[in-house]
């Protein structure tokens, strides 16, 4: 369908309608419930599978629909990015062990509305160096948000994660970025989570996009298995990721895809 809402930036970035956050909050919040929902089944001996299962009857139950089941071919409702899996790790066979972290993000379509995020997971007992991890890139993901208001830019919102998490010692993922969305999955613009202050294209209000930083132990680089999805570090060090949807008001931003349950950034005890 074609997207005819609002304007259209000279960056080519849809301006919504304030009747549309109303929208994106709907759909945000189901995604949202729905990582909620999948907390108790995240243990040792349980299978990236199993829980895309659960994932894809939670979609159902709701009468939602899958954004990625079908999108270039993908077939889950869900990817699930074990220990140095960065993104994209596609539900299987593998079997959770204890000590693993995992990021689990869903994508659903309400009333044509893109509700997307993601946030970590772990089964079983919490490493030191994966807690902090974990810490790092969570905070990153919130101190990109506190960057998001009316004449600040995306490259704002980028140097305020990379310049946290670089001084924490940990490094940015660069091969895969945020997104615009809105009725649409991938968007302009491409929301890098590093970069120079005041960069790119200016932030105004009525904005909707992802903010999704990867942060890795190790190095940078990744790369992209025979599978055609799943991205891993190539210096096989641990990688973590958060998701948020949010839309720009005009005083900061509204973020679409809060946890009804409170258990974004500590889904564990
Ligand atoms: N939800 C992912 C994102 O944050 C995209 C997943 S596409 C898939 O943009 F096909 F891999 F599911
Ligand atoms: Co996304
Ligand atoms: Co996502």
Redesign the pocket.
């Known amino acids: 369908m074609k997207e005819t809402r609002g304007r259209v930036t000279k960056d080519g970035i849809r301006i919504y309608d304030p009747a549309d956050f109303a929208g994106m909050r709907a759909a945000g919040q189901v995604a949202a419930e729905i990582l909620d929902a999948v907390i108790p089944l995240v243990k040792p001996g349980a299978t990236t599978g199993e829980l895309d299962e659960f994932i894809t009857a939670e979609v159902e139950r709701r009468g939602v629909i899958s954004?990625?089941i079908g999108?270039?071919g993908?077939r889950?409702a869900?990817?699930i990015s074990v220990n140095h899996v960065v993104?994209?790790g596609i539900p299987g066979n593998k079997v959770l062990a204890d000590g693993d972290i995992l990021n689990i993000?869903?994508?659903v379509i309400v009333d044509g509305w893109y509700g997307?995020t993601?946030r970590m997971f772990v089964a079983g007992n919490l490493g030191r160096k994966a807690e902090r991890l974990i810490e790092v890139t969570h905070e990153g993901l919130m101190r990109g948000i506190a960057a998001v208001k009316p004449g600040n830019t995306f490259g704002d919102i980028g140097n305020a994660i990379q310049t946290y998490v670089e001084a924490s010692r940990m490094s940015v993922v660069r091969d895969f970025c945020?997104?615009g969305l809105g009725r649409v999955?991938?968007a302009p613009p491409n929301v890098l989570h590093y970069g120079r202050a005041g960069s790119g294209a200016v932030l105004e209000e009525g904005m909707f996009f992802?903010i999704?930083p990867m942060v890795n132990l190790g190095r940078p680089e990744t790369k992209v298995l025979a599978d055609d999805?799943t991205a891993v570090t190539r210096d096989k060090s641990l990688s973590a990721q958060y998701?948020h949807s949010v839309g720009v008001t005009a005083e900061g931003c509204e973020i679409f895809t809060l946890s009804p349950a409170g258990k974004f950034f500590r889904t564990w005890a």
Do not use: I, N, P
């Open positions: 954004a990625t999108y270039k993908y889950h869900s990817c993104c994209h993000d869903v994508t997307d993601s945020g997104h999955f991938h992802t999704e999805w998701e």
